[in-house]
């Protein structure tokens, strides 16, 4: 076997893999039978898997070490390709819809496939090729701007990741300052995250336009490939979660300044959530590692399989250091069959929140890595992140592992915060789509729009005179705005799942496991709303659902005695 260090990268020739790709499309097209367009449907997957494990080989080696001068040439040059390959399945996909044998490939493979590749057609023509070659190099400017951020802090220079522990410290005077610090990289470098972030939205306004569309919106809905629910849908979620959960995320925020013992709740108090201090795992990496491998091992004999294939093949980089860029991700590797999970452990709760929600997603594709076809190893955002959401819940059971005597202390932390995000992450969506509504609108508009939306979703918030924050900058440090257009509220309607798997784990565990499983081994092989049927999950649009599991949270979080802990 194969550890990721060994993993070979030899940098394509784009124009041969043009070339064998039309000869592999020419068999598919003269194909006589279901059998032969079969056999051309594999040769073609064969090399669109080849040439996605060069990508993530050469983005994970990027993001790790945004200093590898090597591999941050060759993330350049994948970003410059990627319109051209994106165009070859495209190609694919007109040959595939229009296939004398559809009615047979459809029974094979499915309606999502056929639905998938109409999306892609949609969102695609050689026209944008230039422009998505300039989309692309403006995103990773983005991430490699966040990443270079070398922060002044104690006498000490850390990264955005290491500074985020002194957010929690039990100091109030501590935790401002560290606010301040995080913040002042962005304030200083504002102008040019205005700048990516005007480029960006006028490229994607243009590319939109060029293919068709009023603008960026319902192209980036095709682009997410939301084939059963549309705009008037997310609106409707967003009004229900303005009526249903921001009053009662204010009262949670109202117990905490209480629990904290503060006359007023300031942005740099959100993040402590007791007295006492936050709760934090017991060891450093490697130890949380060792338990998360005891945890996977008793959870399910599939999980322990799966973890310890992760191990052997060290498929993940965790902690936070120079040069790395920020955040999480899972992504994964087919031709070594490999999931692979980025972290940036910092000693907080969080590092546990990363390795049970990355582990969500590398179990998921790992279930599914044998599906048969590229387009259904991973679902879509929104149906991915139940997977990783929900496993932060199915891992209750073994919390004791890492926090000891403050199990307590994180749990009722865990489903609180899981709460208090909805709002956040609806007034992210809510966001995108005025920006894109208004592509003309100047830098300064944008944080004006920001600011409204705190105050419609976060009304609890106060900045404390963080000209910065209190001006609508907040925003700027969501990677996802940048990087993933409308990629966001994927998370809050997969969180009203994940919940609803936390409930009924509490009831019957094993019963709501095995809807997990089955829901991890279906991959995207059926839509969002296809795939919460199979798993037994209420649609978060259908009307009450979200009232429902509220309720439920309210009441477990009523019944414990937070001044305690």
Known sequence: MKTFEKFVYVRPDIKKEQELFYKFLANFRKASSVSEANKAIEKINEQRNRLSSLFNIVYIRSSIDTNDEFYQKERDFFDDIDPEITALHTAFYKELIKSPFRLELEKKWGKQLFDIADYTIKAFSEEVIQLLKEENKFTSAYAKLVASA??????????????SPFAQDQDRETRKKAIQASTGFFEKHQGEFDDLYDKLVKIRHKIATTLGYKNFIELGYIRMLRVDYDTTMVEKFRKQVREVIVPLVSKLYEKQKKRIGVNTLKFHDENFKFKSGNAKPKGDPQWII??????????????????????????????????????????????YQAPFIFANFNGTSGDVDVLTHEAGHAFQVYSS??????????????????????????????????????????????L????QFIPYGVAVDEFQHQVYENPEWTPTDRKKAWKKLEEIYLPHREYDNNSYLAAGGFWQRQGHIYEVPFYYIDYTLAQICAFQFWKRSL???????????????????????????????????????????????????????????
């Open 150 to 163: 070398q922060v002044e802090f104690q006498g000490k220079v850390y990264t955005l990741a290491q500074l």
């Open 290 to 335: 060792e338990n998360g491998k005891k945890m996977y091992e008793e959870l399910s004999r599939e999980t322990k399989d799966f973890f310890q294939y992760m191990l052997d093949r060290n498929l993940m980089d965790l902690e936070a250091k120079k040069g790395k860029e920020a955040g999480g991700y899972c992504t994964f590797v087919e031709d």
């Open 369 to 414: 890595r044998n599906i048969g076809i590229p387009e259904y190893i991973w679902p879509t955002y929104e149906s991915a992140e139940i997977h990783s959401m929900s496993m932060e819940f199915f891992t209750w059971p073994w919390m004791e592992l890492f926090f000891k005597e403050e199990t307590d202390k994180y749990k009722y932390t865990h």
């Open 416 to 419: 609180a915060d899981g709460l």
């Open 507 to 565: 009831e019957n565990y094993q019963e709501a496991w095995e809807d997990y499983l089955k829901l991890c081994k279906l991959g995207g092989s059926k839509s969002f709303l296809g795939l919460l049927e199979s798993a037994n999950l209420q649609s978060p649009f259908k009307e009450g659902t979200i009232e429902a599991v509220v309720q439920t949270i309210e009441e477990w979080l009523d019944q414990v005695d937070d001044t305690s802990l």
